[in-house]
């Protein structure tokens, strides 16, 4: 069997709306849906925003979501959404804001968060979903997953379901274009890390290669210009594009060793998570580089790396993009890292999938790598 005949299944949101004013298009569609109880979830810096979406009808504002959300952020939202017993739950926001929305649209029923973690444990959705992503980074709305951080464990817990499938989503640049340069460099290195990591991955395929080729391609181009000058509006509508395309080579391949080895430093140090990515990706790329060599080479070229000196310029491509890639500038200490590795390595939905094992030991020479 060749690898383009190798069963794959992708779920892809119902309506996607592309381009400048998209936003607009939620509220024309919530209405010829009929939807009048609306429930908009987000943060506070958005509000002034809301009237993009051009909304009718009872509408209710929750913009209590915070960074990183951990479960107790998600039964407060939850107690807000129930109050409001809302037809349309909208994700206006990052990746934080719409991994919430995903929740609340399936848990204000029977089942509880502790019944659905993991994958297809879901059984029924309480209301419709539409998802208007304001970064260019997670993807979250173009894909069936949603994380949330244990507020006892601080350890990311991972909901995967069709039923988490936006029935609409809304790619609108315009509302990315105050995005400071600091979030668009990370959350940009999040959205590649993603194509990256699925393009390497033990279970790639070519149908996901071909949007991981799309979306590392856009970032190449695209996010040095949208860091050095915010308001370039091509540079921003080709960063959501690719953060898109990250999202759906999430699905049916998923992430590998980088994210596992961010995950600590988002719930330890309160990293953002595109930051987290960002420190971690050169240092997984090069370490999968023999395993990966003719993938890694594309990637060196897409980013205009020299493979012979990956780790190297890779971690100055993303110190150039203003990130600061180390461990030590982010209040980590020495002593954190073998617990930070213990951990990340436990992350077998996401270590499996590397292309080259991973030690304990190795994770946590690539934190002091880091460090």
């Known amino acids: 069997m060749t690898d383009y005949a190798r069963p794959l299944r992708i779920h892809q949101p119902r309506r996607v709306e592309v381009g400048a004013g998209s936003a607009a298009e939620v509220g024309a569609w919530a209405a010829a ?38 479960t107790d952020n998600l039964d407060l939202v939850l107690a807000a959404a129930r109050l409001a017993d809302p037809e349309l739950v909208i994700g206006f926001g990052g990746g934080s804001v719409m991994d919430l929305a995903k929740l609340v649209t399936v848990l204000r029923g029977d089942q509880t968060l502790s019944d659905v973690v993991g994958p297809n444990k879901v059984t029924a959705r309480q209301s419709a979903l539409a998802l208007v992503p304001t970064t260019a980074g997670t993807g979250s709305e173009a894909g ?13 817990m991972a909901v995967e379901s069709p039923l988490l499938l936006a029935d609409m989503v809304a790619l609108d640049p315009d509302l990315t274009l105050s995005v400071p340069s600091a979030v668009t460099a990370a959350t940009g290195i999040d959205a590649m890390a993603h194509c990256v990591e699925a393009f390497t991955n033990r279970k790639a395929h070519p149908m996901i290669d071909g949007y991981a080729r799309m979306g590392i391609s856009l970032v190449a181009r695209y996010l040095p210009r949208a860091v050095a000058d915010g308001n370039d509006a091509e540079a921003r509508a080709g960063l959501l594009l690719a953060a898109y395309y990250g999202g759906i ?15 600590p430093l988002g719930t330890r140090l309160k990293l953002p998570h595109g930051v987290a990515n960002a420190i971690i990706f050169p240092h997984v790329l090069a370490f999968n580089q023999p395993v990966a060599t003719d993938k890694t080479a594309e990637i060196a070229e897409l980013l205009s790396l020299n493979s012979q000196n990956l780790l190297v310029d890779a971690c100055d491509w993303c110190a150039g993009l203003g990130v600061s890639m180390r461990l030590s500038e982010h209040g980590a200490t020495a002593a954190d890292l073998p617990k930070w590795a213990a951990e990340a390595h436990a992350i077998r939905r996401l270590m499996d999938n590397n292309p080259r094992d991973m030690s304990v030991e190795q994770v946590e020479a690539i934190y002091r790598e880091a460090f």
């Open 249 to 263: 080579c999430l699905g049916p391949v998923n992430t590998a060793a980088g994210h596992a080895l961010a995950y």
């Open 144 to 156: 069936i997953r949603a994380l949330v951080t244990d507020a006892a464990t601080l350890n990311k």
């Open 33 to 70: 849906q009929g939807y009048s109880r609306i429930l908009v979830l987000t943060q506070k810096p958005m509000l002034g925003n809301l009237d993009r979406l051009a909304l009718r009808g009872d509408v209710t504002v929750c913009d209590q979501v915070h960074p990183e959300p951990d």
